[in-house]
């Protein structure tokens, strides 16, 4: 394993390991993930998700990253 996480095909996709879940729907991201991502306290994700049964899921990004991809039309929800 690279020291960023584990490496899976295609290049950059990694597995930086499992959480669990907790009582108030919290988890934490493994230090791996946080220190090759740079993520601090009080940083914001965005929470993405795909409810297709054969692949559901949930996935996190940066929000200035989102912004950017996405344009400005989001900012007005990230603000809420």
Do not use: C, Y
Not at 38 to 43: E, H, N
Not at 62 to 77: A, C, P, R
């Amino acid at each position: 394993p690279e020291k960023e996480g584990f490496p899976i095909p295609p290049k950059n996709k990694h597995i930086f390991g499992v959480v669990t879940l907790g009582e108030r729907g919290q988890i934490v991201l493994p230090k791996k993930a946080r220190e090759t991502f740079k993520l601090k306290p009080g940083d914001t994700l965005v929470v993405l998700g795909d409810t297709t049964p054969a692949n559901a899921g949930i996935a996190l990004i940066d929000s200035q990253t989102f912004l950017q991809m996405t344009g400005q039309v989001i900012d007005n929800f990230l603000k809420e």
